[in-house]
């Protein structure tokens, strides 16, 4: 009989954790021109796996449609590249990246991300993986997000911002507090991968 898993930490216990060291600017890549869609691509492509997750303007009214996904983000274990979707010269590159069974893309919570995905770009994401599913092969039931996933896996605290949690994401934009939020959700999520030894067969 297989042993149970450790205990998730609570949210008090996360609380007392030291932060999460995440990307900083420097590391962060807006994706605005074709040649800037090119360089993410081989960079990307280069890596084999990513972190990866997106971001949509909230909606709080009853019948509104979100129109997101607005930011797409992907992290390898040193960078991160952010498309945004309004950008119609690049939509051909991200999609291609989303669809790309070549390269495996990881997350948390990653279905309304997907239905975003097909909804917005008409396409089938290829080759994803959600960290929720490893989470559950080891024994937890209920479903672990990215801040309990790095308290358990590095005994650190991951700091999200309400503030930028319900930003605009569709703004033109972005603060660099956007930046740094949408980033460090990718990366956070392939250290945790790195972490499991999930890439060590494959990778």
Known sequence: MNAAPPPLPEREQIA??????GLELRDI?????????????????????????????????????SGGPHVIQFATRDEA????????E???????????TRLLKVGFGLSGD??????RFGIEPGAVFDLDTAFR??????????KTAVALVFDRRFIKS????????????LSDSQLRYAANDAY?????????????AGD
Do not use: C, M
């Open 188 to 200: 956070a999520a392939i250290r945790v991968y790195d972490a499991l030894g999930l890439g060590s």
């Open 81 to 88: 590249w952010l498309f945004q979707s309004h950008r119609g």
């Open 162 to 173: 309400r503030k930028a949690t319900t930003s605009n994401w569709a703004n033109r934009q």
């Open 90 to 100: 690049l939509v051909d590159a991200v999609a291609a990246l989303l669809a790309s």
């Open 114 to 119: 997907l239905s975003l995905i097909r909804q």
């Open 29 to 65: 890549h807006l994706v605005q021109t074709r040649r800037d869609a090119e360089a993410a691509t081989e960079a990307l492509l280069a890596s084999g796996v990513v972190g990866f997750d997106t971001e949509s303007k909230p909606t709080f009214a009853k019948n509104e449609v």
């Open 137 to 146: 092969q080891r024994g937890y039931r209920k479903s672990v997000g990215v």
């Open 16 to 21: 007392l954790l030291e932060p999460f060291e």
